[in-house]
């Protein structure tokens, strides 16, 4: 059976069209693009926590460091383009999720990011009045969302109410002023329902701010053709910005003028360097930049981009789904039965870029256990297995080798 899964992961591996691009990281192996699974010493199957080092970042970051910092110094500022590059790198963003150039701002944490959206969010329910003072939150969200969201409603007067991400459409009614959904939930990998979610919130009169962190750079994500509002995401996931690297806040064009930050820093200011004591917001994407930019993270991010230039968003999606289809049928094929199962979704309108499994326990000592046989993954308290397949660099042989591992590690 594992000879027959290995030679279908050989030719599914040989006829993929994003098969060029593993060279561009730096993975096990030399030029990543070498050996069978394995024999590079790691299957990385992680990067839906911290994607691979893409080449072109080493030799950039070191020329920021050497020649802009070091030599031109504050001149950079405006020679090297450090002033723009959050709107630059943001519009670079703004392409692998669905935006049109000036709507996306990259800069701080998605926590900070999240807070400016659904503060802003309420603050525009307050201007359209009705007496809206309900946030909604995905039940199962990231901790950090969560925490963000009840602070931000104690804030501004509002309650807030916990919904299965699933039940989000219709919960909302005519006093919810926002819901905060993740497109994909960090545990199970199940992708939720970004256009009829955003829909049925909008026919209730309220607004969505949704959180794009394990989504944007596995699959198309739409923003602009599904009419989001607003939405949040990290950079060193999917997009391989690097471990802390920017987080991005989008805003509709239409909402712009009207994106009233809780966080009116003065490098959102109209005329920031006017130093006036009073807060004029800029126009456009600028107006989401609170504090000085952290350039060297952020000029790592922009070359880390690079790998994204004429990708297609649906190659993507459609090697995510064969990755993580054929990791479940290796699954299904390799380990003992009753040791571990799929919490992911089989349906493809319903997963993510990682494949999530129950372990049947001792979960953190498997994948410690993998770990140190060279198969990288990560555990999530209190039972679950968690994979991700990036499809940049990732290989259906690893895919296989790694439920092959699995299997070794279960069954002793």
Sequence with gaps: MSDGLAGEAAALDAADVLRAKRAEFVLDGGDGSEGAAGAEGTV?????????????????????????????????????????????????????????????????????????????????????????????????????????????ARMTGCRIRAVEAGDIARAAGPRTAVALVNHVDYRTGRLHDLPGTTA?????????????????????????????????????????????????????????????????????????????????????????RVGTPDILSLLALDAALDVWDGVDLTAVRAKSLALTDFFLRCVDAYVPAGKAGPLTPAAHAERGSQVSLRCASGAAAVMAELARRGVVGDFRRPDVLRFGFTPLYTRFADAEHAARVLAEVLGR
């Design 44 to 152: 990385y199957l992680d990067g839906n926590s911290l994607g691979a080092l893409p080449r072109a970042v080493p030799g950039r970051l070191a020329d920021v460091v050497a020649r802009e910092w070091g030599q031109l110094r504050i001149r950079s500022w405006a020679e090297s383009g450090w002033w723009t590059a959050p709107e630059r790198t943001g519009d670079r963003i703004g392409r692998i999720v669905g935006a049109a150039p000036g709507q996306v701002v990259a800069g701080d944490s998605t926590s900070v990011n999240v807070f400016k959206a659904v503060v802003a969010a309420i603050r525009l329910a307050e201007e359209d009045g009705g007496g809206r003072d309900e946030v909604l939150v995905d039940a199962a969200t990231f901790p950090t969302d969560g925490y963000i969201a009840e602070s931000a």
């Design 200 to 288: 049925a919130v909008h026919a209730t009169g309220a607004r969505v701010v949704w959180d794009l962190c394990h989504s944007a750079g596995a699959l198309p994500v739409g923003l602009d053709a599904h009419g989001v509002d607003l939405a949040v995401g990290c950079t060193y996931k999917y997009l391989n910005g690097g471990p802390g690297s920017p987080a991005y806040l989008y805003v509709r064009r239409d909402l712009q003028p009207r994106f009233d930050t809780p966080l009116p820093g003065w490098n959102s200011h109209a005329d920031p360097f006017g130093m006036s004591p009073g807060y004029t917001p800029a126009d456009g994407s600028p107006r989401g």
